[in-house]
Nanobody
């Protein structure tokens, strides 16, 4: 059974930091590209950051220079370090694992940034 479990969300003030984690089980983690998406109320789901199996990464323009994605294959975990948070970063953050035709989602963790 595949599970992706996000954690680390919460309420933070503008300019603060949070570190999200996504722990995966039931998959060959090192083969998967791991993504963080976010979805704010009334908005489309947005790709925030991606880290490939070779650890190459890319980011949405809106978070470049503030967010860092990383992975620990030994722990089957992907992280999203979020610094200099802004109210517009408020959303549910979801973890996504992709490899070939396989695509799995976590339940999400809420991030709220107060102004």
């Amino acid at each position: 059974q595949v599970q992706l479990v996000e954690s680390g969300g919460g309420l933070v003030q503008t300019g603060g930091s949070l570190r999200l984690s996504c722990a995966a089980s039931g998959i060959m983690f090192r083969r998967y590209s791991m993504d963080w998406y976010r979805q704010a109320p009334g908005k489309q789901r947005e790709l925030v950051a991606r880290i490939a199996s070779d650890t190459s990464s890319n980011y949405a323009d809106s978070v470049k220079g503030r967010f860092t994605i990383s992975r620990d294959n030994a722990k089957n975990t992907v992280y999203l370090q979020m610094n200099s948070l802004k109210p517009e970063d408020t959303a549910v953050y979801l973890c996504n694992a992709v490899w070939l035709m396989n695509n799995y989602w976590g339940q999400g963790t809420q991030v709220t940034v107060s102004s």
